[in-house]
Antibody, heavy 121, light 108 residues
Framework: QVQLVQSGADEKKPGASVKVSCKPS????????VHWVRQAPGQRLEWMGW????????RYSQLFLGRVTLTRDTSAITLYMELSSLTSKDTAVYYC??????????????WGQGTLVTVSS | DIGLTQSPGTLSLSPGDRATLSCRAS???????LAWYQQKPGQAPRLLIY???TRASGIPDRFSGSGSGTDFTLTISRLEPEDFAVYHC?????????FGQGTKLEIK
């Protein structure tokens, strides 16, 4: 059973950046892409982008272009999502999720538990 | 970008009832690239159906999906108490990936 364990809740000031981690159990790096999805209160799920954990290649949603950066630490087997220039509209639960198929166009079969990021002055 | 609209927003039914949830795409999905998820409060979404009609691993057969093109349906044949939750559809036919706004299935 694959598990994705995310970092804990975080609170940031407007204008700051936040970095959320996602650590998979077992070695899933070689076979899957990992996506990030967020859910603001009362809003629909919103896709942010994906990363190939092996190569580090990334692709981002136009909605977040220039503000989001997905990275990985292969030695620590951990993935990261960093979002900059935060506003109150970025208050949301952020999820990492494993794609069923390698690549971008895929549903997601395993999800992290979610990380609440609160942006407040 | 392809948008998804789910209906109804809220569905009030009783255990044992049949539930029918709808998801409509703004453009035709060429390969029925549509998934359904269940989400309970405080939990991550759980994959139920992909490719419009294929049940994910471990999903009971009371859950079924159908549809093609722009109109898709999730049917729960006989509601169990644990089925009351929010259901989301997702298209993965074209980038950017997109989700519907969700249907809340509540106990009547």
């Amino acid at each position: 059973q694959v598990q994705l364990v995310q970092s804990g809740a975080d609170e940031k000031k407007p204008g700051a950046s936040v970095k959320v981690s996602c650590k998979p159990s077992g070695d899933i790096f070689s076979d899957y892409t990992v996506h990030w999805v967020r859910q603001a209160p009362g809003q629909r799920l919103e896709w942010m982008g994906w990363i190939n954990p092996v190569t580090g290649n990334t692709r981002y949603s136009q909605l977040f272009l220039g503000r989001v950066t997905l990275t990985r630490d292969t030695s620590a087997i951990t993935l990261y999502m960093e979002l900059s220039s935060l506003t109150s509209k970025d208050t949301a639960v952020y999820y990492c999720a494993r794609a069923v198929w390698f690549g971008e166009l895929s549903p997601f079969d395993f999800w992290g538990q979610g990380t609440l990021v609160t942006v407040s002055s | 970008d392809i948008g998804l609209t789910q209906s109804p927003g809220t569905l009030s039914l009783s255990p044992g009832d049949r539930a029918t949830l709808s998801c409509r795409a703004s453009e035709s999905l060429s390969s029925s690239d549509l998934a359904w998820y269940q989400q309970k409060p405080g939990q991550a979404p759980r994959l139920l159906i992909y490719d419009a009609s294929t049940r994910a691993s471990g999903i009971p057969d009371r859950f079924s999906g159908s549809g093609s093109g722009t109109d898709f349906t999730l049917t729960i044949s006989r509601l169990e108490p644990e089925d009351f939750a929010v259901y989301h559809c997702q298209q993965y036919d074209t980038s950017p990936l997109a989700f519907g706004q969700g249907t809340k299935l509540e106990i009547k």
